[in-house]
């Protein structure tokens, strides 16, 4: 049976059929489901019966794999497996995966252990649908701009109401700081297309002061999250997406009253970001080398 995608929106997502991905793939397959993530920016898998290895298998099709995060604690026995669990803290904000690190991964797979009864979703957007969106004064002016990106970013959530775990997710996150100058507006190395790279861990526009940063961050970032430009992932059991964390934002739902959801996450090494001139991404402050390579 040849690989079938079968769209789920207009501007982004896609099923992908007629491929085991529990087994090893051959080079067609691995080139077909590559282009299929090129041009849908995320591809769901149903009916998957992976274990920790499988997905780590899967996902080294793509490249090497980081680590399962510079800060966050991994799977236990499983270094590249990060456990994205309801008890550990939720990531009800938009963003793409680590951006705070010279290079960001290139893709991310999650892969549904626990699912609520109702709730739960993924959001995940098209960045490139939002740069192509963005009027020409508004798109002339992102390609020009950076931003600086930290994971000791605005929680925007007062001191007072962080309770003594929450306190402890947060300072194990920020136990290493980084700070990275990307572009506003990076071109993807495979399709030369362009989207917008900012997302909850872009803090401050270079040269801007916080409050004008914020007023144009958050103008940009109104683009990514049109309700056009989104997929709206309702988790089953045994199901994995796989989706470009280079062109791409996303967003769990905290709307599951609490209920256990945990799903696992492997994310595939990435190259350092460039922009429209060619220039690259340059980091500012931490070195995250045992976390990933750079890739070629």
Do not use: C
């Amino acid at each position: 049976m040849s690989i079938e995608i079968s769209k789920v929106t207009a501007n982004i997502g896609a099923r992908v059929l007629g491929v085991d991905i529990s087994k090893p793939l051959d080079e067609e397959q691995v080139t077909a489901i590559r282009e299929a993530l090129n041009v849908h920016k995320a591809l769901a898998f149903d009916d998957v019966h992976l274990d920790d290895e499988g997905q780590q298998a899967f996902a080294r099709h793509f490249g090497d794999l980081t680590t399962a995060h510079p800060t966050v604690a991994a799977v236990d026995g499983a270094p590249n497996v990060l456990p994205v669990d309801s008890e550990r803290g939720r990531a009800n904000h938009w963003h793409t995966d680590v951006t705070f690190v010279l290079n960001p991964p290139q893709a991310s797979t999650l892969r549904s252990i626990t699912v609520p009864p109702y709730g739960g979703e993924t959001l995940i957007a098209s960045s490139a649908a939002a740069y192509r969106d963005l009027p020409a004064p508004l798109r002339a002016l992102a390609d020009t701009l950076w931003a600086e990106h930290t994971n000791d970013y605005d929680y925007a959530v007062p001191d007072e109401q962080i309770d003594e775990e929450q306190a402890a997710q947060r300072a194990q996150f920020t136990s290493i700081k980084f700070r990275t100058a990307h572009p506003v507006v990076r071109v993807h190395p495979l399709t030369g297309e362009r989207g917008l790279f900012i997302g909850g861990f872009a803090q401050r526009i270079v040269g801007l002061s916080v409050g004008e940063s914020r007023k144009l961050l958050d103008l940009f970032q109104s683009y990514v999250t049109r309700p056009e430009n989104i997929l709206r992932w309702r988790w089953s059991p045994n199901q994995l997406v796989l989706f470009d964390n280079r062109i791409t934002q996303h967003y769990a739902i905290d709307n599951y009253d609490g209920r256990p959801r945990r799903l696992h996450r492997v994310t595939v090494a990435g190259d350092v970001p460039v922009g429209i001139e060619g220039k690259e991404s340059h980091s500012i402050e931490g070195d995250a080398s045992h976390y990933t390579s750079v890739a070629g």
